[in-house]
């Protein structure tokens, strides 16, 4: 089938340019680390965490999350240099199908993400979090859809935008109050009625909730199959939206 | 191979809180023969992109239809684009590749399965002289490899056209050189090749037919013999003593193929005439019968400058 080939072309051409420099993978998840290894003790107290495994549960989906966010939404500023390059003109010149295109670089996106999870994962298992592996293998599915999402809203941004002085601070407005408004650091069950009703409308928020829900081996609960399925809902959206950026003219 | 009908593009541009409407090409009628090289001869700004661009599907064109290799560029630009290929004029490949990575991927772009994408990049290499550096970063090439690999890019496909956009802007007299036989090669394996450029001398001595873009329009096509004739034929120069010169041109104004002659001050003739080749035998033929000896005797052919001059009142030099 076509579409499959020509996604697969364009991932296996972007997994290749990525494993030639695979430095930005770390790069990408110093940070995190950083927090998981130096904020997070100071949650158990702040929590009312009976244990330090216990607060881990409830910090580190959050904090992938937020990884998945980030990660995805800055994706853009390759494309642009991709852009510049001629590369993008030269590949819209040809029949690959424009979806392929998009997909196949939201995949490496996707695939370099999930190897951070993991890499946040593991190292949250040393300081004593425990998930199920059935679980920890949905959470990452959940975060999988959002780093699609936000890479394919991030490189449709960028086709439209065209370069990284407008895309910087875009991205940077967009992520902010997403962030805050998610409860992704903190649970949003100490905040106030009215900061409580305006996270109901972030779809980020339910896929906090519903991370959260499976880390804590809920898998039951409400919040997993609405997270997901408002994050799947989303990243359609999105990747349908972007992929039209693709075929439409750029410059 | 290619006919344009009125194709037109204008682009909204915002400067402050004005928007701006650029006519960047007003109506082009073209048509490429299959097999030849075609330039598309211009200054900057004349809408030579814009044009290329429209038909290799890459922007829309705001009105006007366009035939390419036997597909319509509106009702089906997915054929347009499996038998194209398109050079642009900024450059195309990624730093971090190597030239035939770039080449296997793009002809596997194309649908082209991974062992013959393989051979054909190899080839391609050979046949472009890229063999050596062929596993190299592109960000190491000069100017002229990398511009190499880009045409190799652009015809991994064989497709039946080729845009080339100003495939020698950058290049030293000698990789120009090089790169019009290899355009020229192109055109002898049966490839329709169309450049575009703003040098006169590239436009003239590799085209085989050329259109002359100005400010969206195109205002002359043809060969670029055939453009220059139409300026005023060619300009016989015969250096004479003075003493000799009302004689010589009483010899010479009856002939049927001078169109126009004057008489320098300084002694001499300037003979207007249609084909200088054939005329001066006839001038040396026709002075020798009348017992002159002539000093000198020079052809001056109108350039595609002296064309341009005429259709838009500007010199493309000084544009
Ligand atoms: N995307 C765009 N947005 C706005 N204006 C544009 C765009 N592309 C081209 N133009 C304008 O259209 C006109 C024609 O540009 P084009 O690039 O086709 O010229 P060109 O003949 O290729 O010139 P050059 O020899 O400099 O490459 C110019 O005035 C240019 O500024
Ligand atoms: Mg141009």
Redesign the interface.
Known sequence: MKFARDTWLIFQRQIQLLLRNPVWVFVGVFQPVMYLLLFAPLLKPALNAPTQAAAYKIFVPGLLVLLAIFGGLFQGFGLIAELRAGVIERSRVTPISRLALLLGRSLRDVVSLIVQAVIITLLALLFDLRVFIGDLLLAYLMLALIALMTSAVSYGVALKVKSEDALAPLMNTVAQPVLLLSGILLPLTFAPGWLQGIADWNPFSWAVDGTRALFAGDLGSDKVWQGLTITAVLAALGVFWAARQFARSVR | MIETRGLRKSFRSRAGRETKTVDAVRGVNLQVAEGEIFGFLGPNGAGKTTTLRML?????PDGGEATIAGADLRKDP?EV??R???V?Q????????TAR?ELV??A????IGKADAQQRAARALAAFQLTEYADRKCKTYSGGQRRRVEIA?GIIHEPKIVFLDEPTTGLDPQSRAHMWDEIRRLRNDGMTVFITTHYLDEADALCDRIAIMDNGEVVAEGTPAELKREISGDVVLVGLDLAATPQAAQALDGEAYVNKLETADEGGLRLYVDEGATAIPQVLRRLDHAGLELRSIELHRPSLDDVFLTKTGRSLRES
């Open positions: 290799a599907t890459l922007i829309e997915a684009r499996r194209i290929g398109y642009p900024g450059g195309s490949t990624w730093d971090e590749s990575e991927l793009h596997r772009m194309y649908g890019l």
